[in-house]
Every structure is written in structure tokens, then in C-alpha cells.
């Protein structure tokens, strides 16, 4: 069942954007291309020009759909990213996409302010897609739920690491490891907004079943231990000023392995793909029942934190 009108014509209304946050550059520029002088003189975030001309420009972008409209919380941020990302409109406020655009995407990554930012569009009945973490509270994380699951609301969310070009072989299979045993990966910046990203990489890898969760750490130093219902333990270091990387260590019973990601570009196009097919065919590319299992570890992580360390089992969040 498409969600859209015209499934080869989709315009898509984007809203941005968060402190060290790009996406609205990099993603607009996937579906509209871009203007290669403006974006590599004057993108305020210098990794984006660097792997998007990389990219040869008649398969850079993503065919039938095209960001249209624009709103970021400071206009001259929204007027600055259509220049660059070739984005026709740019609006005064969120809902002046409403009836302009067939699908919004939310390239905001703060999980508590994602409630707010999509209930003009939830009212409206636009599907969605919302930046990772989609919450990061139980209260929002009730929320999505009512509204997806219990009101039937078309809403997608997921970390881009979810499709990383490295992990794609374990995804499959981790057979010649044999049992895992032990997970683990290092994160660079806040666990609210970047311990997500080591999730939903290690998630679909694994299989939903996380039964505990303890954060060992701080606001600036999360080391985080989990426990999975197939006898694995993961820990995810989730530091403030560690080096970026996507390192993803395995190791089983037959041997062990260390993957890494180093290819931002086919991750985003992927991630951002699956939600125009997911437009197309009104099919989720994975239940949110893993969307709601991260969100449990997000929030376990951050309460853990907060309340002395603390186990805290995924089955009381």
C-alpha cells in the first residue's frame, strides 16, 4: 500500500537543525544534489562536501523523491541549506509544510524534543521518518507507541549505522564465529544522542532480546554493559572526546572478529532509501518493535546513569 500520491514524484519537507548536527545538508543534497561551489566553501560541517564529492554526481542522488521544503529553528540555517542543497522553499514554521509535501523528515537527533516536532505532522496524517534517537524518555517513548502502533501512524526511525557497509556481512550471518559471547564498540560524544549509533549497529546483528542494561559512568564517560537473552554480554564506551570511528568487535566461541565503518555516505543514502521505499510500499523495513528496544536501551542507559549506577532490567521501561 504506497503512502503517497505519486510514488516517482515524492517531495519531502526537512526539519533542522541541532548543534553538530549536518544532516540537512547531506540529506538534502542526496535527494536534490547540490551546488559543489556553495557546499565546499561554506558548509559549516567539513566532513559533508568531503564524502559527497567523492560521490559521482549522476548516482549521488536518490531517484523520484526531492526535498522541497525547509525549516530550521534559525532561518538563515534553512536559507543557507537550500542554497547549498538546492531545497526550492523554505518555511516560517514547520506546518507550512503541511499540504505542500507528501513526507517530513525530522533530521533533528535531541529525543525529547521529537513528540513536539511531530505532532503537527502525526494530526496531519504525513508519514515520517525522525533522526535518531526517535526519544529518549519513557513518557515519548509511550507516545510513539500509542501513535504507531495503537493509531496506526506511518513513523520511521533509525540510526544510519543500522545500514553500515562494513557490518553488512554479520548482519547475515556470524555463523563462523560460532556462539557469540562478547559485543563491543566505542562511541564518540553524548550517550543521549550518539549511543544510539553503537545500538542499532549491534542490534540487528545480535536479534532483539537485550534483558539488562548498566550505565558504569558518567555524563561525559558512559561505559554501558548489557546483557542479551543468547548468553551475550555488550558493552558500549560511549565517551565525549574519543575519535569517532564505528569500530564493532565480535567474539564467539569459534572465533572473534573487528569490522569497521568508514563509508558515511552509503550509510545515509541507504538509511534515507529504505524510507522512500518504505513511502512506496507502506511496508516497514523492520518492525518498530526494534525501534521500541532501543529506545528501552537509550533510556535504561541514561536512568542507570542517573540513579547510581544501577541495573536496570529492559522489562519495567
Same mark, same amino acid.
Given at each position: 500500500?504506497?503512502?503517497? #500520491?505519486?510514488?516517482?514524484?515524492?517531495?519531502?519537507?526537512?526539519?533542522?537543525?541541532?548543534?553538530?548536527?549536518? =544532516? %540537512?545538508?547531506?540529506?538534502?543534497?542526496?535527494?536534490?544534489?547540490?551546488?559543489?561551489?556553495?557546499?565546499?566553501?561554506?558548509?559549516?560541517?567539513?566532513?559533508? %562536501?568531503?564524502?559527497?564529492? #567523492?560521490?559521482?554526481?549522476?548516482?549521488?542522488? +536518490?531517484?523520484?523523491?526531492?526535498?522541497? =521544503?525547509?525549516?530550521?529553528?534559525?532561518?538563515? @540555517?534553512?536559507?543557507?541549506?537550500?542554497?547549498?542543497?538546492?531545497?526550492?522553499? *523554505?518555511?516560517?514554521?514547520?506546518?507550512?509544510? +503541511?499540504?505542500?509535501?507528501?513526507?517530513?523528515?525530522?533530521?533533528?537527533?535531541?529525543?525529547?524534543?521529537? *513528540?513536539?516536532?511531530?505532532?503537527?505532522?502525526?494530526?496531519? /496524517?504525513? %508519514?515520517?521518518?525522525?533522526?535518531?534517537?526517535?526519544?529518549?524518555?519513557?513518557?515519548?517513548?509511550?507516545?510513539?507507541?500509542?501513535?504507531?502502533?495503537?493509531?496506526?501512524?506511518?513513523?520511521?526511525?533509525?540510526?544510519?549505522?543500522?545500514?553500515?557497509?562494513?557490518?553488512?556481512?554479520?548482519?547475515?550471518?556470524? =555463523?563462523? &564465529?560460532?556462539?557469540?559471547?562478547?559485543?563491543?564498540?566505542?562511541?564518540?560524544?553524548?550517550?543521549?544522542?550518539?549511543?544510539? =549509533?553503537?545500538?542499532?549497529?549491534?542490534?540487528?546483528?545480535?536479534? %532483539?532480546?537485550?534483558?539488562?542494561?548498566?550505565?558504569?559512568?558518567?555524563?561525559?564517560?558512559?561505559?554501558?554493559?548489557?546483557?542479551?537473552?543468547?548468553?551475550?554480554? +555488550?558493552? +558500549?564506551?560511549?565517551?565525549? @572526546?574519543?575519535?569517532?570511528?564505528?569500530?564493532?568487535? &565480535?567474539?564467539?566461541?569459534?572465533?572473534?572478529?573487528?569490522?569497521?565503518?568508514? @563509508?558515511?555516505?552509503?550509510?545515509?543514502?541507504?538509511?534515507?532509501?529504505?524510507?522512500?521505499?518504505?513511502?512506496?510500499? /507502506?511496508?516497514?523495513?523492520?518492525?518498530?518493535?526494534?525501534?521500541?528496544?532501543?529506545?528501552?536501551?537509550?533510556?535504561? /542507559?541514561?536512568?542507570?546513569?542517573?540513579?547510581?549506577?544501577?541495573?536496570?532490567?529492559?522489562?519495567?521501561?
Amino acid at each position: 500500500m504506497k503512502l503517497v #500520491k505519486n510514488p516517482e514524484a515524492i517531495k519531502l519537507g526537512i526539519i533542522g537543525m541541532t548543534e553538530g548536527n549536518g =544532516h %540537512p545538508y547531506s540529506w538534502s543534497a542526496i535527494f536534490n544534489g547540490y551546488d559543489e561551489k556553495a557546499m565546499t566553501a561554506e558548509c559549516p560541517y567539513a566532513g559533508i %562536501p568531503v564524502y559527497l564529492n #567523492k560521490e559521482p554526481k549522476a548516482t549521488l542522488p +536518490i531517484g523520484g523523491a526531492k526535498v522541497t =521544503h525547509i525549516y530550521c529553528n534559525d532561518r538563515k @540555517d534553512a536559507e543557507h541549506v537550500a542554497k547549498c542543497s538546492l531545497v526550492q522553499h *523554505v518555511v516560517s514554521r514547520p506546518e507550512d509544510m +503541511i499540504g505542500q509535501v507528501d513526507a517530513v523528515i525530522i533530521a533533528t537527533d535531541i529525543g525529547s524534543e521529537h *513528540v513536539e516536532r511531530a505532532r503537527p505532522f502525526v494530526a496531519a /496524517g504525513l %508519514p515520517i521518518f525522525i533522526d535518531k534517537p526517535l526519544c529518549d524518555n519513557r513518557k515519548d517513548l509511550a507516545v510513539f507507541r500509542k501513535w504507531v502502533i495503537d493509531e496506526k501512524h506511518w513513523i520511521m526511525s533509525s540510526s544510519c549505522m543500522r545500514y553500515a557497509k562494513g557490518y553488512l556481512p554479520y548482519r547475515l550471518s556470524t =555463523h563462523e &564465529l560460532g556462539d557469540l559471547r562478547f559485543v563491543s564498540m566505542p562511541m564518540s560524544k553524548k550517550w543521549e544522542t550518539y549511543g544510539i =549509533h553503537a545500538l542499532e549497529a549491534i542490534l540487528p546483528i545480535v536479534g %532483539p532480546g537485550f534483558k539488562t542494561i548498566q550505565n558504569l559512568g558518567t555524563d561525559e564517560r558512559n561505559i554501558v554493559h548489557m546483557t542479551h537473552a543468547r548468553g551475550i554480554d +555488550i558493552v +558500549i564506551a560511549c565517551i565525549k @572526546d574519543v575519535q569517532y570511528g564505528g569500530a564493532l568487535r &565480535l567474539a564467539g566461541t569459534k572465533g572473534n572478529v573487528e569490522v569497521s565503518n568508514n @563509508d558515511s555516505f552509503f550509510s545515509f543514502k541507504a538509511q534515507l532509501k529504505a524510507f522512500v521505499d518504505f513511502l512506496r510500499t /507502506g511496508e516497514y523495513p523492520f518492525p518498530f518493535s526494534e525501534t521500541e528496544e532501543l529506545m528501552k536501551l537509550v533510556i535504561g /542507559g541514561i536512568e542507570s546513569r542517573e540513579n547510581g549506577n544501577r541495573v536496570i532490567e529492559l522489562k519495567t521501561i
